[in-house]
């Protein structure tokens, strides 16, 4: 099949990190991915919620919302973060990038990564784990400049993309109108290491077999792998 913006079948969407893109926040990146793009702001803070306090570690939690113009019709800017799929993807961001820190090397701190989704075109939240995990990498960045944590409190780059069914081909990193008319969708999210964090993935008609499960996985293993030398690299532009 020929794809709506001509790439390849295992071809990601044209990807660009903007690290340092706010001034206030330890760590903010902007992440482009084709049409969608992602703010993604880390905060550090010196508290932790109560029952993390005795364990003397500390905490990573997230945010994710869709601004108002995101999408073609407005959504609500409430509606936009609190809805049940918003609350769903914040939780899955938070889980995949605290696969990325040792809490307890962090102290009585807490990042929390704020996902504002300012055009929407698919894979927002894969790009929220993508460029989340840029954001905080350059938020601990300052605190192990400044001999606050050890260096080895960042454990793993981590990274995410879509995959799914369009027309029986296996495709990478689905846009928008690839997303809606999927046979099968998945999210994968993956460390630096090659191990998985989540797997997220749904037939939305027939069942799919196991040879497709694993096609899926090999091509978003590939499109991860690029992701991950395209975060090194926009982490190395800081120094």
């Known amino acids: ?3 709506i913006d001509h790439r390849a079948d295992n071809e990601l969407r044209p990807v660009k990190f903007t690290p340092n893109f706010t001034n206030y926040a330890e760590g903010s990146v902007l992440i482009e991915t084709g049409q969608t793009r992602v703010l993604c702001n880390a905060t550090v803070e010196e508290t932790v919620p109560r029952w993390r306090e005795a364990s003397g570690g500390g905490w990573l939690t997230a945010e994710y919302g869709m601004l108002p113009r995101s999408t073609h019709q407005r959504i609500s800017r409430r509606r936009g973060s609190d809805s049940s ?3 769903e993807i914040r939780r899955l961001i938070g889980r995949s990038l605290r696969a990325a820190v040792d809490l307890d090397k962090l102290g009585l701190r807490t990042v929390t990564v704020d996902c504002d989704v300012l055009q929407a075109d698919g894979g927002t939240r894969t790009a929220g784990i993508s460029g989340g995990y840029v954001a905080v990498a350059l938020a601990l960045r300052r605190l192990i400049k400044a001999g606050v944590i050890p260096p080895d409190t960042l454990v793993t780059p981590v ?8 027309d029986q081909a296996l495709l990478l990193d689905l846009c928008y109108e690839e997303d809606a008319a999927a046979a099968v969708d998945f999210n994968v999210v993956m460390t630096g290491h090659g191990d998985f964090i989540e797997l997220q993935g749904t037939a939305e008609g027939q069942p799919f077999n196991q040879k497709t499960l694993f096609g899926l996985v090999a091509l978003a293993r590939t499109g991860i792998e690029s992701l991950l030398k395209q975060q090194a690299e926009a982490l190395k532009l800081v120094g």
């Not at 990274?159 to 369009?166: E, K, L, M, R, T």
């Open 1 to 3: 099949m020929s794809r």
């Open 85 to 87: 799929r918003s609350q």
């Open 159 to 166: 990274a995410a993309v879509s995959v799914g069914v369009v």
